[in-house]
């Protein structure tokens, strides 16, 4: 079982519409995680970061951890065509290890 | 300069060359990393330095060739590599501590073998 599994999509959303962009982990050792948009060509950009259960909002964007099923989100509000990318989430455990899902790659349609 | 710095962004090397990839981190961080990112395949994680040492090689071909004079550099050192290669690779830092980290890359260096 991969350490981070995240469904690669496409998804593809009108303007507006809000996204919700999930992953599962399989491991519960020590958790800090993780979401990064990386644009077409380019290095992935930390977008959030939290390690507790519950919400993180940042603007637009709110990082969602549920500890107790394995699960993390990111809601992207009103989204953008500037929102077109890949999102790729992430955690990470002691030390250097950090484990990276697929990528999720998003449209947003004008 | 901020952020994590990669040069060159593009480079097209043929099969017998050699050429290095350079990255420079200014947030401070003691650990670099570099990763590959292929197309339609998940980031590969190839070498991880802390404090200068290597702690990690992720079974990487000896074509390839990391190097990290200090905390805030690393280089990877390319040579006789294959069509496969190809490829974009990411240089990244983070605190080397016990708990709480987050990583953070530079732009990539876009490699094409021919």
């Known amino acids: 079982q991969k350490e981070v599994e995240q469904d690669p999509g496409p998804l593809s959303v009108p303007e507006g519409a809000i996204v919700s962009l999930n992953c599962t982990y399989s491991?519960?050792?020590?958790?800090?995680f993780m979401w990064y948009r990386q644009y077409s060509r380019k290095g992935p950009e930390l977008l959030m970061y939290?390690?507790?259960?519950g919400n993180k909002e940042d603007g637009r964007f709110t990082a969602q951890v549920d500890k107790s099923s394995k699960y993390i989100s990111l809601f992207i509000r009103d989204s953008q065509p500037s929102d077109s990318a890949t999102y790729l989430c992430?955690?990470?455990?002691?030390?250097?290890?950090?484990?990276f899902g697929t990528g999720t790659s998003l449209t947003v349609i004008p | 300069e901020t952020g994590v710095t990669q040069t060159p962004r593009h480079l097209v090397m043929g099969m017998t060359n050699k050429k290095s990839l350079k990255c420079e981190q200014h947030?401070?961080?003691?650990?670099m990393y570099w990763y590959k990112q292929s197309a339609k395949k998940p980031l590969e994680l190839m070498f991880v330095?802390?404090?200068?040492?290597?702690?990690e090689n992720n079974s990487v071909p000896s074509r390839f060739s990391p190097e990290c004079p200090n905390s805030s550099h690393l280089f990877l050192h390319l040579h006789t590599l294959q069509p496969e290669d190809s490829a974009l690779y990411l240089c990244a830092s983070s605190q080397a501590r016990d708990a709480g980290n987050t990583i953070y890359f530079g732009e990539g260096s876009w490699l094409t073998v021919v």
């Open positions: 947030l401070g961080h003691n650990a």
């Open positions: 992430a955690r990470a455990r002691t030390g250097n290890q950090f484990y």
């Open positions: 491991n519960s050792a020590f958790q800090y």
């Open positions: 939290t390690y507790s259960s």
């Open positions: 330095y802390n404090f200068k040492e290597q702690t």
